[in-house]
T-cell receptor, first 114, second 114 residues
Framework: AQTVTQSQPEMSVQEAETVTLSCTYD???????LFWYKQPPSRQMILVIR??????QNATENRFSVNFQKAAKSFSLKISDSQLGDAAMYFC???????????FGQGTTLQVKP | SQTIHQWPATLVQPVGSPLSLECTVEGTSNPNLYWYRQAAGRGLQLLFY??????ISSEVPQNLSASRPQDRQFILSSKKLLLSDSGFYLC?????????????FGSGTRLTVV
């Protein structure tokens, strides 16, 4: 079974600084996908970034980047130049197979201080 | 473009009453469909998923059931609600043959059982 673990329930960062959110996962599959989702107070789930496990290159989307360590089963999210609008709960998730069950971690609440 | 609709947005129901939450997807065919529940401040728990009409897989045995009467329609039901059914319910879809395209979520239903 797939599991996803986020060990940081809460994090805070100063505006314009950089913060890294941690995530580890466990799977016996060789082909899988990893995601980071953002959930603001509106509770709408917003895709931040995704990574295919077969790709060695780390994904990047503007100020968001990941550090994908396949052997260590680690998938951390780095947010650069943090903005007040980045304050939200962030979820790490993984999926595999045709059914595509998306399994989530418990989430990390990010506070951005002005 | 593809869109996902989920309703109602908010629902207050007495214990023992029935439940029906509906989710529809537009602009695609044969999507994979998912129902999640989120307790306050917690991660998303996968309840049901469907890879085709009439095909329902349950992840967690409980007081709820799901149905997919049409290709792009996914319904979450209960015959008799329990207090523990309170939570935030999210519907999501994914292109069945393209796991790396990511998942799109509806805006959610906040259910309070009183």
């Amino acid at each position: 079974a797939q599991t996803v673990t986020q060990s940081q329930p809460e994090m805070s960062v100063q505006e314009a600084e950089t913060v890294t959110l941690s995530c580890t996962y466990d799977t016996s599959e060789s082909d899988y996908y990893l995601f980071w989702y953002k959930q603001p107070p509106s509770r709408q789930m917003i895709l931040v970034i995704r990574q295919e496990a077969y790709k060695q290159q780390n994904a990047t989307e503007n100020r968001f980047s990941v550090n994908f360590q396949k052997a260590a089963k680690s998938f951390s999210l780095k947010i650069s130049d943090s903005q007040l609008g980045d304050a939200a709960m962030y979820f790490c998730a993984s999926s595999y197979g045709n059914t595509g069950k998306l399994i989530f971690g418990q989430g990390t609440t990010l506070q951005v201080k002005p | 473009s593809q869109t996902i609709h989920q309703w109602p947005a908010t629902l207050v129901q007495p214990v023992g009453s029935p439940l029906s939450l509906e989710c529809t997807v537009e602009g695609t065919s044969n999507p994979n469909l998912y129902w999640y529940r989120q307790a306050a401040g917690r991660g998303l728990q996968l309840l049901f998923y469907s890879v085709g009409i009439g095909q329902i897989s349950s992840e967690v045995p409980q007081n709820l059931s799901a149905s997919r009467p049409q290709d792009r329609q996914f319904i979450l039901s209960s015959k008799k609600l329990l207090l523990s059914d309170s939570g935030f319910y999210l519907c999501a879809w994914r292109a069945g043959h393209s796991p790396n395209y990511g998942y799109t979520f509806g805006s959610g239903t906040r259910l309070t059982v009183v």
